[in-house]
């Protein structure tokens, strides 16, 4: 076998093993049977009973409402770790910062959610607060573990930046906020966007360590659905996973044509 055609073939091959799961989930969505392996008709029920579901619901509103307040509060303290950690120069603590920065990168799920849980415990037996575990201790804990993944996009775009700028505007006689916010945060605005639908990523789709820190009443979406196929595959998580792959997909598609329209007018 030639070496060009042994290259498409293991192309093909990891293709295929990689989005055939896929495409079979997205077909078994509108089976009309509730067997997923047994295709008897095509059929929106699955979606309809998706969406008269109000446990999926209300942890789909939850998750969304968690994942957007995690990834704001994520990038405004991973902007500032990774101005801190690019622009201060030497400063004492400096290798203890960017050791705590970077350990919720390569900390296992379950080390953080079982030390965020016991933190909470101990919080709540000393000065009673957190009340109870929900909203805002899943909150706390993916704010904790995305900010780091922000710090790394954020700061490595940082080293990349021309500090010429900065210099000519602070000889204008601009403050280095001024200069901050006029001239640094829109060179970095794109690590910004870029940082923040990061932490929203990884904040919706958590599953153990919000597992640990949430109580009764706040499950995530992935922790119902993880309670829907312990006892097997039920039509209506396809229905989910669907509407899920198709949004990303616009994403994803929406973004390569704005990228491409760019490069073009450029």
Sequence with gaps: MKRGTFTTFMAIFGFAFLYAPIVSLVVFSFNESRLVTVWTGFSLRWYAALFNDSQVVAAGILSLQIAAVSATIATVLGTLAGVTLTRLGKFRGKTALTGMVSAPLVMPEVITGLSLLLLFVSMEALIGWPGGRGFTTITIAHSTFCMAYVTVVVRSRLIDMDRSLDEAAMDLGATPLRVFFD?????????????????????????????????????????????????????DVNALATIIIGVVAIGVVAATLIGARRQTKA
């Excluded at 970095?188 to 932490?199: C, D, K, T, V």
């Excluded at 929203?200 to 009764?216: K, N, Q």
């Design 183 to 235: 001239i640094t945060l829109p060179i970095i605005a794109p690590a910004l966007i870029s940082g923040w639908l990061l932490a929203f990523t990884l904040s919706l789709d958590d599953l153990v360590i919000a597992s640990f820190v949430s109580g009764p009443g706040s499950s995530t979406l992935p922790m119902v659905i993880f309670s829907k196929i312990r006892l097997g595959v039920s039509p």
